[in-house]
């Protein structure tokens, strides 16, 4: 069962300078850098209450991020949802005709389990499914 809004996921092109401007903004120190290889992607977290927003630098060209801001720009990459059951929330959302990047959770920071649904079934918004 999907519970609330886990994060926020932003794609940025220079991670330490979007930190810096997160950590004015909020008033908030972010975690440390972390490099997640699957995605080839540096994250860093800040946590605002119960919800957190993860800035996402891309590491390589091939990075699905590097690809997005190529694409689209910096900005909003996608949002996540808490489950306290992703493998019962994917097969949900599957029968239910919505398109799953990741039929199966992988491991994604902080050792969450993560799936991503595809933004074609989703009004263009990439969502993730993650749980903790
Ligand atoms: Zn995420």
New binding site residues.
């Given amino acids: 069962m999907i519970s609330k809004i886990s994060?926020l996921?932003i794609a940025v092109k220079d991670l330490k300078s979007a930190a810096e401007t997160y950590r004015k903004l909020l008033q908030s120190e972010p975690s440390e850098m972390e490099f997640v290889a699957e995605q080839k992607v540096n994250v860093v977290k800040f946590k605002i209450g119960e919800s957190t927003i993860?800035l996402l630098e891309g590491t390589s060209p091939d990075s699905p991020i590097s690809k997005f801001i190529e694409k689209r720009g910096e900005g909003i990459h996608?949002i996540?949802y808490e489950s306290d059951d992703v493998r019962t929330d994917l097969k949900r959302l599957d029968e239910n005709g919505f398109e799953l990047i990741n039929k199966e959770p992988r491991t994604?920071s902080d050792n969450m389990l993560?799936a991503f649904v595809n933004p074609k079934s989703v009004g263009s918004v990439l969502t993730?499914i993650?749980q903790h």
């Fill in positions: 994060h996921g993860e996608h996540a994604g993560i993730e993650c």
